[in-house]
């Protein structure tokens, strides 16, 4: 019986414009930036800090020497903050509507310091509430110093939730990301990024 519902940030709860990140990190002299950008994982300093392995200021000071001139910490959220399409309120709907049934609500995202200043503000649904509000807990791959598909970090959150993973479905829009889970005996979801899951999701739950 499922009680825990994991879920992904990006291309799930939040519809996802990865073409707009890479614009804006292009505007910044990153000319390469559709190379070192993934929606999935990244990779070099990119990876290193939703890796947690370097601080938002570090990457800050990276990405200038890249580019080849300083940038400011605000150019740098509001280039990764571009990855942020919009956030359809039928998803918010259901992550309440899924706590209100007793469900545990739970996000796991390979995520970084950028993406939750928006994320983790009260602009982040338009409302007045940030995330924290629609979910239980939050494991964050830069503060947990883990990333998705790692078998360690799917490991983690079941260990601090104290449940078995026959008993979690998690959703996420990447392949691999939902094989690792499946592979340790989670039940899992894999809509693309910014379908429709809710209907997909109740029929797993059976409600």
Not at 19 to 42: K, P, W
Not at 44 to 59: K, M, R, V
Not at 66 to 93: I, M
Not at 101 to 114: A, E, F, H, K, Q
Request: hydrophobic content about 35%; some cysteine; charged content about 25%.
């Amino acid at each position: 019986m499922i009680r825990t519902i994991i879920f992904d940030l990006g291309g799930v709860v939040i519809t996802l414009d990865p073409q707009q990140a890479v614009r804006r990190f292009e505007e910044l002299g990153l000319a390469d930036a559709s190379e070192r950008l993934n929606s999935y994982t990244q990779s070099g300093i990119f990876g290193d800090l939703e890796n947690g392995l370097i601080s938002a200021e570090d990457f800050r000071r990276e990405l200038g020497k890249l580019v080849g001139h300083e940038v400011t910490h605000q150019q740098c959220a509001y280039a990764w903050q571009g990855y942020a399409l919009f956030v359809p309120q039928r998803n918010l709907d259901c992550l309440l509507k899924l706590r209100k049934d007793g469900y545990r609500v739970l996000l796991l995202s390979n995520t970084n310091p950028y993406m939750m200043e928006w994320v983790g503000s009260d602009q982040f649904d338009g409302q007045g509430h940030s995330v924290d509000y629609y979910f239980d807990t939050l494991y964050l791959s830069y503060r947990m110093k883990l990333m998705k598909p790692s078998e360690e970090i799917f490991r983690r959150v079941l260990m601090e939730e104290q449940i078995a993973p026959e008993e979690c479905l998690f959703i996420d829009d990447g392949p691999r990301n939902v094989a690792a889970a499946s592979q340790i005996g989670m039940n899992t979801l894999c809509p693309e990024n910014g379908e429709d899951w809710t209907e997909e999701l109740y029929e797993k739950l059976k409600i």
